[in-house]
């Protein structure tokens, strides 16, 4: 009777085995079609991340970007003083946006070549095009950086000083331009870095500044010269409050820092004459200059002038 017992067991046992295997095989082949859907997708994002880095390997070679420059202007003269350098990729299916270029870009491991090409051929471009009556101007020079580049151990001293004497462009005249999108982890070790750059001349840009709480925190750590609040903040700001108040916090903090403060992304005139009312020194923007291929000299309406019981704006060109 134990023999049989343990007979009825195992058969029992062998059965339900049987029956386990079935329907996994059964559920496995009903799975095969959604399998090779999701391989297939997976396929389709290898190649296409495939083809973005060829994509990305042949402008670092061939320097095939497209470098423009806009003008920053002081609002209360309306003087230009000094210039962003915008790199933007050739159109293409790969990258069909600029955000979508630089995100992919840094995601790879190029990122730091990549970054020192851009470098190398912003100055280049901003020196040959820059026309010889504004040499002597002293505008400055903004480059977008990547945080980790600059942090980055195969980053040989000098390099960028010496490309500047050959240029015959002083240091002084540059301002490394860092994005609250590309966040910092070690703030303290990276203000040393900053701390290197500066003792050789250059200047430090936080870009994107009002955006979110990590703005504000690289803010307070890295003590930069410039702040460039976000265009967020400046959309619309004549007509809202809680932008006006938080704006009015930056000011008063850069004020208190001996920082200078910069409003991206004005687009109209009411942004711009309640930027100039609230003291705001210094404005970006198409309301001010489009980005173009030459560092040309942009014109900002400096005074609302009151005519027929209108706001009229007289604009006044920075090139007087």
Known sequence: MLVLRVIKFTK??????????ERALSHKIKSIPRYLQHLNVRLKEELQ?????????????????????QP????????????????????????????????FAGRT???????????RMSLLRYMERLPLEDRARGTLVFINVHPGVLNDTRHKSGETLALLQSLGLSPERVVFELTERQAVQDYIGFEKVLSHYREQGFRIAVDDAGSGYNSLKTLVYLKPEFIK????????????????????????YAARSATKVIAEGIETAEELVYLQRAGIEFGQGYALGRPGQLPVQGSCP?????????GVYGYVSSNR
């Open 12 to 21: 029992t046992g062998i059965q339900v085995i049987k029956m386990s295997k």
């Open 49 to 69: 991340e495939l083809g973005q880095l060829s994509a990305l390997l042949d402008i670092m070679n061939n320097e095939r970007l497209d470098t423009y420059f």
């Open 72 to 103: 920053i202007l002081q609002l209360r003269t309306g003087h230009t003083v000094g210039h962003e350098v915008l790199n933007r990729p050739p159109s293409s299916t790969y990258f069909p946006t600029t955000e979508h270029f630089y995100e």
């Open 109 to 119: 491991d190029q990122m730091f070549r990549f970054e020192q090409n851009c470098r």
């Open 229 to 252: 609040l976000d265009k967020s903040l400046i959309r619309g700001i004549h007509g809202c409050r809680e932008q006006q108040e938080l704006l009015e916090l930056i000011r008063e």
């Open 302 to 310: 400096v005074e609302p002038i009151k005519a027929a019981g209108r």
